[in-house]
C-alpha cells in the first residue's frame, strides 16, 4: 500500500460517524481538560481508558489521541489570561502570552496559540505521513551519549532565555538541576535529599513546581489587587486578528518550531515539554531584539506553540513505528494499542493498516475541529479577564489544589505548592527567570539518567562522547554557543 492509498483509507476509517464523533469528544474533551490548571491529559487519559473497551478500537484510539492533543490547544489559554499553566508544555507560554493579556491584547495572544498550534499540529502530521519511517531510523541511532550530550547544549542554549543576565540564568539552571535530584536514586536506590520524607521520595512534581512558580507566585504578587485598575472593554472580532505586519512575523517562528518539534518529538524520552522551551529559546536568539521577549512578543507565543503541537503528533513516530513510547502518556497511548490487540512496531503498517492510517487522518480531522471549536470561543476566554480579582484569586487557588492533588492524591504536594509559590514570588521580585529553573529540573534527570549510562557502556571512558558522530556534533555546538557567549560578554566590557 503507497501512502497515498493508506492515507485515502485512513480518511475512510476516521470518517466513519461513529470514529467521527469520538474524535470531536475527545477534541473537546482534551481542550477543557487542557484548560483547567493542572489537570492535565494523563489524567483524562487514564479516566477514559476503563472506557475504550465497549468501543471499537479505531474510536478508542482516536478519542484518546484527540484528548491529548486537544489539551495542548487548551493549555495555552490560562497560560495567557491567568499565567496559569494549563499543561506543562504551556508554562513556556506565559512569559509572552501573559504580559500580552496585560496589555489588553488577550485576543491577538489567543489567536496565534490557535493559529500555531493547528499550523505546528499539520506540519507534523505531514512528518509523521511522509517522514515516520526515516525519522524511526534516526531515533534508533540515538543512544545514550547522544541523549546527554543532546540535553546539555539544551541546556547551554537556554541561558538565552533570560533577559541578558548570565550569572542570574545560570543561578536559575543550576537552582533546577538540584531541584530534579530530590528522590529516590534509579541505580543505588539511595534517597537524595529527601530529609526522610516519604513523600519526596518520587521527586518533585513538575506539576506542583510549575503551577507554584507561575499560578501561586502571580496570585501572591496581586493579593493586594482585589479591583481591576481598568476595565476591560469587549474586544471586537477585527482587533482579535494580527496586523499585517504582526501576519508577516508568523510564518518563520511557526516553521522553526513545527521542525523543532517534530525533531525532538520523534526522539523517545524528549516530548513536547522540552521542544517548547528550547523553541522559545531559538526565538529570543535569533530575535533582532531579544530583550522585548518576556514583554509580549509574537514569536513567544507562537513558535513554542507550533513547537509543542507538532511534537505531540510525531510523538506518535516511535510509539507506532517502534513499540517505544517518548513519554508516560505515550506509554498509556501503547496500552490502549495492546488491550484492543494491535501489537506497535515496524510491522504495524502491515498488520494493523487501518488502525495506524485511520489514526494518522483523524489527527487532521481533529485540528480542524479544534481551530473550528476554539477561534469562537476566544471571546468567551477573553470575557474571564473581566472576572474581578477577588473572585478569581480563590477560583485560580482551589483549580490549582485540584488540579496538584488529581495527579498523585498528595495533601503535601498542596502545601509544596504554597511554599514554591512563595520562592517563585521572591524569585521575581529579584529578576530571575522561573522557566530556566523548570527548563533545568525537566533536563536534570535525564542528563543524569543518560550520562550515567553512557559512562557504564563505555567503562568510565569520557571519550565516548567524541567518538561517537551524534555526540561529537552536539559537544561541537555547544563549546560554540559557550564561546559565542563569552565572546559577547567580552565585548560588552570593552
Not at 489524567?43 to 486537544?70: H, Q, R, W
Not at 482587533?239 to 526522539?267: C, D, H, N, Q
Not at 470575557?383 to 480563590?394: A, C, E, G, T
Request: glycine share 12%; with cysteine; charged share 10%.
Amino acid at each position: 500500500m503507497t501512502t497515498f492509498e493508506g492515507l485515502m483509507h485512513g480518511l475512510s476509517v476516521a470518517l466513519h460517524p461513529s470514529v467521527l464523533v469520538y474524535s470531536l469528544f475527545g477534541a473537546i474533551l482534551g481542550t477543557f481538560v487542557g484548560v483547567l490548571p493542572g489537570i492535565g491529559a494523563m489524567a483524562a487519559i487514564t479516566l477514559l481508558l476503563p472506557i475504550t473497551y465497549y468501543v471499537s478500537s479505531e474510536a478508542a484510539l482516536v478519542m484518546l489521541a484527540g484528548v491529548y492533543y486537544g489539551a495542548q490547544y487548551g493549555g495555552a489559554v490560562a497560560s495567557i489570561l491567568l499565567r496559569l499553566p494549563g499543561t506543562p508544555q504551556s508554562a513556556v507560554t506565559t512569559l509572552d502570552g501573559y504580559p500580552m493579556a496585560q496589555n489588553g491584547r488577550a485576543g491577538l495572544a489567543l489567536f496565534t496559540s490557535m493559529i500555531s498550534s493547528f499550523s505546528g499540529s499539520m506540519l507534523g502530521i505531514i512528518v509523521l505521513i511522509f517522514l515516520a519511517e526515516w525519522l524511526s531510523g534516526v531515533a534508533t541511532k540515538f543512544g545514550a551519549a547522544d541523549y546527554a550530550a543532546m540535553m546539555i547544549m539544551g541546556l547551554v542554549a537556554a541561558s538565552t532565555v533570560g533577559s541578558g543576565r548570565p550569572a542570574k540564568n545560570l543561578a536559575m539552571v543550576v537552582l533546577g538541576l538540584i531541584i530534579g535530584v530530590i528522590g529516590t536514586d534509579v541505580n543505588s536506590g539511595l534517597q537524595r535529599f529527601t530529609f526522610g520524607r516519604t513523600e519526596l521520595m518520587d521527586g518533585v512534581n513538575l506539576v506542583a513546581l510549575a503551577m507554584g512558580l507561575f499560578g501561586a507566585a502571580e496570585v501572591i504578587s496581586n493579593i493586594r489587587n482585589t479591583e481591576r485598575s481598568t476595565p476591560v472593554a469587549r474586544i471586537p472580532l477585527r482587533e482579535l486578528l494580527p496586523s499585517r505586519a504582526e501576519l508577516k512575523r508568523l510564518p518563520a517562528p511557526i516553521l522553526r518550531g513545527s521542525t523543532l518539534g517534530s525533531f525532538f518529538g520523534a526522539l523517545p524520552g524528549t516530548g513536547s515539554t522540552i521542544s517548547s522551551f528550547l523553541s522559545y529559546a531559538l526565538e529570543r536568539r535569533v530575535s533582532r531584539e531579544p530583550k522585548k521577549f518576556g514583554t509580549g512578543q509574537i514569536e513567544g507565543i507562537s513558535g513554542p506553540e507550533a513547537a509543542n503541537n507538532s511534537a505531540s503528533i510525531s510523538a506518535f513516530v516511535p510509539t507506532l513505528t517502534l513499540g517505544i513510547p517518548g513519554d508516560p502518556i505515550m506509554a498509556l497511548m501503547l496500552g490502549a494499542l495492546v488491550i484492543h490487540g494491535v501489537q506497535p512496531g515496524p510491522m504495524m503498517l502491515e498488520n494493523s493498516p487501518d488502525m495506524f492510517w485511520g489514526l494518522v487522518a483523524s489527527f487532521a480531522i481533529g485540528n480542524l475541529f479544534l481551530l473550528f471549536i476554539n477561534l469562537p470561543l476566544i471571546g468567551i476566554w477573553v470575557n474571564m479577564l473581566r472576572i474581578p480579582f477577588r473572585w478569581l484569586y480563590p477560583a485560580i487557588i482551589v483549580f490549582i489544589s485540584m488540579g496538584v492533588y488529581s495527579v498523585r492524591g498528595s495533601s503535601f504536594d498542596i502545601a509544596m505548592v504554597a511554599g514554591i509559590g512563595i520562592i517563585g514570588y521572591a524569585l521575581s521580585r529579584a529578576k530571575f527567570s522561573p522557566a530556566l529553573l523548570l527548563l533545568g529540573f525537566v533536563l536534570g534527570p535525564l542528563i543524569e539518567t543518560n550520562l550515567r549510562r553512557a559512562m557504564l557502556i563505555s567503562r568510565g571512558d569520557p571519550m565516548v562522547f567524541i567518538e561517537r558522530p551524534i555526540a561529537c556534533v552536539f559537544v561541537v555546538l555547544t563549546a560554540v554557543l559557550i564561546l559565542w557567549s563569552l565572546i559577547s560578554a567580552f565585548r560588552k566590557f570593552q
